[in-house]
C-alpha cells in the first residue's frame, strides 16, 4: 500500500527519476551462494555468482587460506540448485567428479558434516 502510493507520486511527480531507481535497485540485486568456514556459518567466508570448477585458486574473504576442502556450512541465496562437488575440474577438463552435495534454492545449511561433505567441497556448479 505505502509502496504503491510511493511509486504513484514519483511517476507523477518526476517520471525520470523512477526509472532511474529501477535500474540501481536491479544492479543491487546480485544472488550469491555463500560458504562458510566453520559450522554455523562463521570462520571465513567466500561467495560465488556462478559456477566455479576449482575452489583451490580461492581464499576466504580477506585471508590467503584456501577455500579447498574447507567448507563446513552453506547459505544459497540464489534461485538456483548449487551442486558442490568434492573434486575440482582437472585442467582441461569441464566436469567435476568425486561425492556430491546438493543445495536447494534459498535454503542454508549449518553443517555439512550429517550430509557427510564437511571439508570435502573443491567446485560449485550452478544448475
Ligand atoms: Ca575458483
Ligand atoms: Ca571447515
Ligand atoms: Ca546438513
Do not use: H
Not at 42 to 53: A, I, M, Q, V
Not at 79 to 92: D, K, M
Amino acid at each position: 500500500m505505502l509502496g504503491a502510493i510511493a511509486l504513484g507520486i514519483a511517476g507523477v511527480a518526476v517520471p525520470g527519476s523512477a526509472a532511474i531507481a529501477q535500474t540501481s535497485a536491479e544492479s543491487a540485486v546480485v544472488e550469491r551462494f555463500w560458504v562458510f568456514e566453520n559450522d554455523n556459518f562463521g570462520g571465513g567466508r567466500k561467495s560465488y555468482t556462478g559456477t566455479d570448477r576449482n575452489f583451490e585458486n580461492d581464499e576466504w574473504d580477506g585471508t590467503s587460506r584456501s577455500v579447498s576442502d574447507g567448507t563446513s556450512s552453506v547459505d544459497n541465496n540464489t534461485s538456483r540448485f548449487v551442486v558442490l562437488y568434492a573434486n575440482r575440474a582437472e585442467p582441461g577438463e569441464t566436469n567435476c567428479t568425486g561425492g556430491q552435495y546438493t543445495s536447494q534454492p534459498w535454503t542454508a545449511d549449518s553443517d555439512l558434516s550429517n550430509n557427510n561433505f564437511d571439508n570435502r567441497a573443491d567446485c560449485a556448479v550452478f544448475r
